[in-house]
């Protein structure tokens, strides 16, 4: 996966596309942004430049175009998690059930609000998937294993 634990820092890895808390934890999204990865992310790279990109992200040092793959990727598995998993994320769910979260202090988003938000993160999830293999085929002597994989070959004809 292209997040972790151990670069969460207060959430500054996934503020940087989604505007969270500093109190969101690592462990409190992890379970949907491994589930976009999955969904999105591996589907449309494939295991081999999946590896690459998992390899980038671990790696002490990297070369910018490296960094821009690893960051058009978090965007899309961020924004995708968020958008495929917003109804989950919004409620509590232990063995008593599943609960809604409520304060006096804060109130729910009117429905209208909730469904743009959701909008505006599959939009840009998908255009950020977009990007990344845009980036890829103006990079892929770079990312040498992107010009085999069936998904270039497919972009390239259309």
């Known amino acids: 996966m292209i997040f972790s634990y151990s670069k969460w820092n207060n959430a500054t890895e996934m503020r940087q596309y989604v505007s969270v808390a500093a109190s969101t934890t690592f462990e409190t999204l992890e379970a949907p942004l491994r589930n976009a990865f999955e969904k999105y992310i591996r589907r449309l790279l494939g295991d081999t430049l999946t590896a690459n990109l998992i390899e980038y992200y671990g790696a002490e040092t990297t070369t910018d175009k490296q960094n821009r793959f690893v960051q058009l990727a978090q965007a899309a598995n961020a924004f995708l998690a968020f ?19 409520e304060s006096d202090g804060q109130k729910t988003p009117y429905k209208y609000q909730e469904q743009q938000l959701r909008a505006s993160w599959r939009n840009k999830g998908f255009n950020a998937l977009d990007d990344m293999l845009e980036f890829l085929e103006k990079n892929d002597t770079d990312c040498p294993n992107f010009k085999t994989s069936e998904n270039f070959t497919v972009s390239k004809k259309e």
Do not use: A, P, T, V
């Open 83 to 101: 958008w495929s998993e917003y109804d989950e994320m919004q409620l509590q769910i232990d063995d008593s059930g599943s609960h809604r979260q």
